[in-house]
T-cell receptor, first 110, second 113 residues
Framework: NAGVTQTPKFRILKIGQSMTLQCAQDMNHNYMYWYRQDPGMGLKLIYYSVGAGITDKGEVPNGYNVSRSTTEDFPLRLELAAPSQTSVYFC?????????FGSGTRLTVV | ELKVEQNPLFLSMQEGKNYTIYCNYSTTSDRLYWYRQDPGKSLESLFVLLSNGAVKQEGRLMASLDTKARLSTLHITAAVHDLSATYFCAVVSAGGSQGNLIFGKGTKLSVKP
């Protein structure tokens, strides 16, 4: 069981570039989430999804987009990278009371 | 809006000592979680507390929940160096958006010999 898989693990972007952070889960969970963690801080919710085709904004959605075409995949898109988006990004999925987190993507925007 | 506050944010302990981390939240919640995070790593689930008065223990860690006071505690008994990490509490608001977790800022614990 792979759980929640995130790729890439590290990435350096230049200001204005775009990229997609990939997240896949093999547990058939309907609920999936994207969080960002800034240094010394807790996690803040960017977007979430309750199932394929259904997404909604969290606390800090500006500068990001998501899609959910399948139950398994929940990619996060950064269209015009800004230094403020330098962070560690965690994807998670949940079923009942259990949450499973991916290993994270460390993104630096320079 | 649900807010979660942890204190202290930094904790330096000596091995063998006891201490408690506090987690307060601002609105009614039916679920509270404790996680551990090592530097550069993901979150490791420690405890899920689902009801008022719930108490769970694993090794030197014990977590409790008082839903009336909107307070959870994580008690550390006879700390050892291996417990050095950052500890987060996270809350799901009752009837909240699809089970979204709201996190505290974390407590960075350093256990010294």
């Amino acid at each position: 069981n792979a759980g929640v898989t995130q790729t890439p693990k590290f990435r350096i972007l230049k200001i204005g570039q775009s990229m997609t952070l990939q997240c896949a889960q093999d547990m058939n969970h309907n609920y999936m989430y994207w969080y960002r963690q800034d240094p010394g801080m807790g996690l803040k919710l960017i977007y979430y999804s309750v199932g394929a085709g259904i997404t909604d904004k969290g606390e800090v959605p500006n500068g990001y987009n998501v899609s959910r075409s399948t139950t398994e995949d929940f990619p996060l898109r950064l269209e015009l990278a800004a230094p403020s988006q330098t962070s560690v990004y965690f994807c998670a999925s949940s079923y009942l009371q259990g949450y499973t987190f991916g290993s994270g993507t460390r993104l630096t925007v320079v | 809006e649900l807010k979660v506050e942890q204190n202290p944010l930094f904790l330096s302990m000596q091995e063998g000592k006891n201490y408690t981390i506090y987690c307060n939240y601002s609105t009614t919640s039916d679920r509270l979680y404790w996680y551990r995070q090592d530097p550069g790593k993901s979150l490791e689930s420690l405890f899920v507390l689902l009801s008022n008065g719930a108490v769970k223990q694993e090794g030197r860690l014990m977590a409790s929940l008082d839903t009336k006071a909107r307070l959870s505690t994580l008690h550390i008994t006879a700390a050892v160096h291996d417990l050095s990490a950052t500890y987060f509490c996270a809350v799901v608001s009752a009837g909240g958006s699809q089970g979204n977790l709201i996190f505290g800022k974390g407590t960075k614990l350093s256990v010294k010999p």
